[in-house]
């Protein structure tokens, strides 16, 4: 097997391993995949800061995320349906994360439930939360996610309706889902994905089974989803959500400075500068580029997470240079899940910890704290 030195080549594993629909699934981005581009595009133009001749023996990336210690400021982010990249992924992801000292979150619609991930872990991990038109189902998730101890909620608030993914439609992924015949084809050459998939604890949305009344089974409940996405989600939402979540909140999804204090106003605990991995709406900035103003829109009270296009460590280094107290990740961990699950994942994670404390070594910082614009060439906007 081919030595693993970056996320690239567990990107390449991946795409020989996961069916060809599940693997664009997670990929694509929205429409032109305009926004999706910049992300990278953003990140790969700033330019690091070179230092010399700084005592850079004993480094620490240990840091805080949410007042409670993590071996570096990283986090799994919400990825739908990675149950799909591979059996039990959601487990496997958790897993990992838990190992390695960092958060991990589950999304609403994924395959493993809470309490499969609680059950199979023993420790608390994030939950992110979608705002569905069903409160009662909504109401039930979280008092869920509060009974199996997750220690934070993500409430996500840039998809009050779903963005197209080309390919997803012509993979027949789109909702309610269609099996393509070039889809079975694609699943019979990966066998072993198959029967690790079958294997798994579930092949359809963990969260929601049971609960949406006569429906069982991949398509109806796909079709329930669907149709759930609130278009009339609003502010006044997330004091409903505070009022039955009583831990820490997050907000995911902020990409404008007056959106960031009207977040910060709510109270939440922190908000993730994201613009969903460019899946959403297709000609919005880059996450990368945003994120100094929202920085400086907020005050100290609220913990500013970043993710969008984060593929190194010194992707990282970039967005801590920039003001974000930490990352999150999709697709470079789910990457992982699908090369070689759980120590997928875990090599995807120790990649970006090794390439952040030595780019850090390599820019004269010894601490997180260390960190800041001084690290970067020049300002983003010159
Ligand atoms: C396949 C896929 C599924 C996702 N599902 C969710 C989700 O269920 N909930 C959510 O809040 N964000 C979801 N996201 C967005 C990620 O949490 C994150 O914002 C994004 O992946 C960050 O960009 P990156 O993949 O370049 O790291 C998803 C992203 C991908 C790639």
Redesign the pocket.
Same mark, same amino acid.
């Not at 982010?77 to 349906?81: E, F, Q, S, T």
């Given at each position: 097997m081919k030595t693993i030195t970056c996320i690239e080549d567990l990107r390449q594993q991946a795409r020989r391993k996961v069916p060809r629909a599940f693997f664009d =699934?997670?990929e694509a981005g929205s429409y032109a995949q305009q926004t999706l581009q910049a992300?990278r595009a953003d990140l790969e133009r700033i330019k690091l800061r070179q230092r010399v001749m700084v005592d850079v023996a004993a480094r620490d990336v240990s840091t805080t995320m949410l007042g409670q210690r993590v071996s570096f400021p990283l986090a799994l982010?919400? /990825? @739908?349906?990675t149950g799909l990249q591979r059996g039990n992924g959601e487990i496997l992801a958790a897993r990992a994360a838990l190992t390695a000292g960092i958060p991990y979150?589950l999304? *609403? #619609?994924?395959i493993c439930s809470i309490e499969d991930v609680a059950r199979a872990t023993g420790a608390p991990f994030w939950f992110?939360l =979608?705002v569905m038109k069903d409160r009662g189902f909504v109401r039930d998730l979280i008092e869920r996610a509060a009974a199996a101890q997750c220690s934070a909620l993500?409430l *996500?608030v840039d998809?009050p309706i779903l963005g197209q993914r080309h390919c997803d439609l012509k993979n027949g992924l789109a909702v309610p889902p269609s099996l393509k015949f070039r889809n079975l084809v694609s699943m019979s050459g990966r066998p072993r994905w198959c029967a690790g998939v079958l294997a798994g604890k579930r092949w359809s949305f963990g969260n929601l089974e049971g609960y949406v009344s006569g429906k069982s089974g991949a398509q109806s409940l796909a079709q329930w989803v669907g149709s759930q996405f609130d278009a009339t989600l609003n502010w006044k939402d997330v004091e409903w959500v505070r009022s039955i979540w009583r831990g820490p909140l997050i907000i995911? @999804?902020i990409l404008d400075p007056d959106d960031a204090k009207l977040a910060a106003q709510t109270g939440a605990s922190a908000l /993730?500068v994201?613009n969903? %991995? @460019?899946?959403q709406l297709d000609g919005a900035p880059s996450s990368i580029s945003m994120l100094p103003k929202i920085a400086d829109a907020v005050g100290s009270a609220t913990e500013v997470f970043f993710? %969008? %296009? #984060?593929?190194s460590g010194q992707d990282m280094l970039r967005a801590l240079a920039l003001g974000a107290k930490a990352c999150? #990740? %999709?697709?470079?961990y789910?990457y992982g899940v699908g090369a070689a699950g759980e120590s997928g994942v875990a090599k995807a994670i120790e990649i970006l910890r090794r390439e952040l404390d030595t780019s850090m070594a390599l820019t004269g910082c010894k601490t997180i704290d260390d960190i800041g614009p001084h690290t970067l060439c020049r300002s983003f906007e010159d």
């Open positions: =699934y997670v992300n982010g919400p /990825v @739908g349906m979150t999304s *609403t #619609i994924s992110q =979608y993500m *996500t998809l995911k @999804g /993730v994201s969903h %991995g @460019g899946r993710d %969008g %296009g #984060i593929r999150l #990740i %999709g697709r470079a789910v």
